[in-house]
């Protein structure tokens, strides 16, 4: 429990105790002094070694308290009010220097010495410093063999602090934060500290029979009745209290209708955490629950006890120490009846901080409508100082039913069904919403936009040596096609020929330019996009490459940065999530040429604009977007039918202050990354 002190060698403390018990063999060796024996018996104190301290009693003091009892009550307090760092000090002792001999008079048994002292130590509620008296008294015992003379302690119960007397008790209470709330960047609540209905029974308000009540209170409350009878068969239970079973939102009215027309069921309005926007910012903002023992033994020095309530998921568990605050107490004696007599120490409680972040709740909701129902991801940007907006998951879960209590069948339904996956934080195949980066890259490497390749069909390769493997592309215009026509109807072949023209050191190099192999600076820990597994050895991984297959990974949240280049001069902005830390820095700078991002940007104006462009159904009256659209392919071979993930991702040109990315899986046979394409477009309508 304390922290050892190196002033006090365990060794001398040991060899001391046992010239004290031992006492004076022969009247050569020098007589103990009360000193000593304090300093012997504070030592052991400050390490916490209580039994060994009650060796040091007198013998009228060991029956007025027992063994058993003093070890107890000592651990009880310290242990009770957090004591740590205890150091207990001699203030009155006397040094004699050495070379001064001084002669001394032999002790009279049953000499009285009162020696002072100062007691430090950390609490629960602050620093504790005081000034103490011990009183000791010289023992002398004669027997046939030795004569043993010690100084024991004339213990008292202010011996554990000053201001104890007998009977009283010590009562220690920690005074718990308020925890920080999260709000959105206008002010609106993310994670609040609300209030909940706490619904429970008053054991003497059920009837006869009171299976009856408990069988109907499991069926609405969804627990069950083993559930309900363990909670009140507790040892604090009694007639007249009330025993809370289950907490349950404010809205949720019917369900305390049922629970009030069962008899012995009760309710009452608690404070609870409260998570306003539900399923929509689950995986970002996600829950707090009680702390368990293996997360109490992680962080049980950081003032956590097991009452606590900690971060679970999301930025609840990612910010959980600027959220949970500082937890104070207060320290109070009390007497034989219960009435309080003094305070020793209080520390008031440091409330958690408030957490503002840069997302727009009206966004993360629209955006989590356009996902509910699918297996997807979305991220919504601000291109030009990169706040992020929203960041979406789907499925989801409620967080509030993690708070008020859900049952372990309910938690295991979540996870069947992937609702507990975040996958905004994990990376994927883009497909071909790599394309206008691979242009980029090839622009920068002085590639002619207006060459036009003349391309026969929907298939090709590059050599006999790729054996059966081969390059398809879903649309043939029927004409020769430049970078502008490849962009829009996404041609993969028009990219799988440049990329080899270009050649792989300089996409590889170009691609890393754009951050690829490096970790995004950003509160959320999200996955480094990569290339490649190691490095691209082939023709074919090459062409793969560039069209977002192959080995190619990258998260959703990088993938939107790569456009914000577009309509930022050929910069990338920093994600931001606190709003704090919103200033418009640059992650990357310059990473193309503004005459390159200009001409990018205006290809993805028509991937919407033209009629026949693969984003044109996101196309809207005075609002000028530009877009592309990503099919990414999984499968084991080309010759079969795999599942396919669609991506789209939209941004607004001519007012660059939102863009759009998102991923649905699943879109076979939904018309690939057309079907995103309406989701995407609908949320721009729906925040315009």
């Known amino acids: 429990m304390f922290s050892h002190k190196c002033k006090r060698n365990v060794l001398y403390v040991c060899m001391l105790l046992i010239t004290l018990v031992v006492g004076c063999s022969s009247e050569e060796e020098p007589e103990p002094t009360p000193e000593e024996a304090f300093q012997a018996y504070a030592a052991l104190w400050e390490n916490g070694n209580y039994e060994a301290m009650y060796e040091f009693l007198s013998d009228e ?35 004699v220097p050495d070379e001064i001999e001084v002669e001394k008079e032999e002790t009279e ?43 024991v302690i004339d213990w008292k119960p202010s011996l554990i602090l000053p201001q104890l007397e007998v009977g009283d008790i010590v009562r220690p209470r920690t005074l718990h934060p308020k925890r920080g709330e999260i709000i959105d960047r206008h002010g609106n609540g993310l994670a609040i500290n609300g209030e909940v209905f706490e619904v429970g029974i008053v054991p003497g308000s059920l009837p006869e029979e009171k299976s009856i009540s408990i069988h109907a209170l ?11 009878e363990k909670l009140l068969n507790q040892g604090w239970v009694r007639d007249d209290t009330f025993v809370p079973l289950k907490s349950i939102p404010l809205e949720n009215t019917t369900v305390l209708e049922e629970v009030t027309n069962i008899q012995g069921g009760t309710y009452r309005q608690v404070g609870g955490r409260v998570y306003p926007l539900k399923d929509a910012a689950a995986h970002l903002i996600g829950y707090i629950g009680p702390i368990t023992k293996e997360e109490l033994e992680k962080v049980e020095d950081q003032g956590y006890s097991a009452s606590s309530e900690i971060g679970k998921a999301g930025l609840e568990l990612l910010l959980e120490e600027q959220l949970r605050g500082q937890s104070g107490g207060i320290i109070t004696i009390v007497d034989a009846s219960g009435k309080q007599k003094e305070v020793i120490a209080e520390k008031a409680p440091v409330d958690g901080e408030l957490i503002q972040l840069t997302i727009d709740s009206d966004i993360q909701k629209s955006v989590y409508q356009q996902l509910e129902g699918e297996v997807g991801t ?11 907006l929203s960041l979406v998951n789907a499925p989801a879960y409620d967080p509030n039913e993690f708070v008020l209590g859900i049952s372990n069948e309910r938690r295991q339904e979540l996870n069947d069904e992937g609702a507990m996956l975040n996958r905004f934080t994990y990376t994927y195949a883009p497909g071909s919403t790599i394309k206008p980066v691979t242009a980029a890259i090839a622009l920068e490497n002085d590639w002619d936009p207006h060459k036009k390749i003349t391309i026969d069909g929907h298939t090709w390769q590059n050599s006999p040596s790729w054996g059966d493997y081969k390059v398809r592309r879903v649309t043939d215009p029927g004409h020769d096609v430049d970078l502008n026509d490849a962009l829009v109807y996404s041609d993969n072949i028009y990219f799988a020929q440049m990329a080899l023209d270009v050649g792989v050191h300089e996409i590889e190099q170009g691609l890393i330019k754009f951050g690829f192999g490096e970790k995004i600076p950003f509160t959320y820990g999200i996955g480094n996009a990569q290339i490649a597994n190691a490095t691209i050895t082939k023709e074919e991984q090459l062409a793969d490459t560039s069209y977002g297959q192959g080995q190619m990974l990258i998260s959703p949240l990088h ?98 202050q939102l863009l759009v990315l998102m991923m649905v899986e699943h879109v076979e046979d939904r018309g690939g990354s057309g079907y995103v394409v309406p989701k995407v477009r609908d949320v721009f309508l729906d925040v315009r």
């Not at 242990?79 to 040094?95: M, N, P, R």
């Not at 499991?218 to 009745?225: A, D, F, K, P």
Request: charged fraction near 30%; aromatic fraction near 6%; avoid cysteine.
């Open 61 to 95: 003091s060991k029956e007025m308290i027992t063994k058993e009892t003093f070890v107890e009550r000592y651990t009880n307090i310290f242990s009770g009010i957090q004591a740590t760092d205890l150091t207990v000090q001699l203030i009155t002792e006397e040094e």
């Open 109 to 151: 048994p049953g000499t009285v010495v009162t020696l002072l002292y100062e007691q430090s130590m950390d609490s629960l509620a602050g620093d504790l410093l005081f000034e103490a008296e011990a009183t000791l008294i010289f023992k002398v015992e004669e027997t046939e063999e030795e004569v043993e003379k010690e100084w």
């Open 218 to 228: 499991s069926e609405v409350l969804e627990i069950t009745e083993e559930e309900i």
């Open 378 to 388: 979305a991220v919504a940007l601000h291109p030009t100082n990169g706040d992020v």
């Open 559 to 656: 993938l939107a940065l790569l456009y914000t280049s577009f309509v930022n001069e050929g910069s990338i902005p920093k994600p931001t999530l606190l709003l704090e830390e919103s200033n418009g820095e640059l992650w990357k700078e310059n990473v193309i040429e503004l005459e390159n991002a200009n001409y990018i940007l205006d290809a993805l104006k028509d991937v919407i604009q033209t009629p026949r462009g693969t984003g044109r159904n996101a196309n809207i009256e005075n609002l000028s977007l530009a877009g592309k659209t990503g099919t990414t392919e999984h499968k084991a071979s080309q010759d079969e039918t795999g599942k396919e993930t669609g991506w789209f991702v939209a941004v607004d040109t001519e007012d660059p």
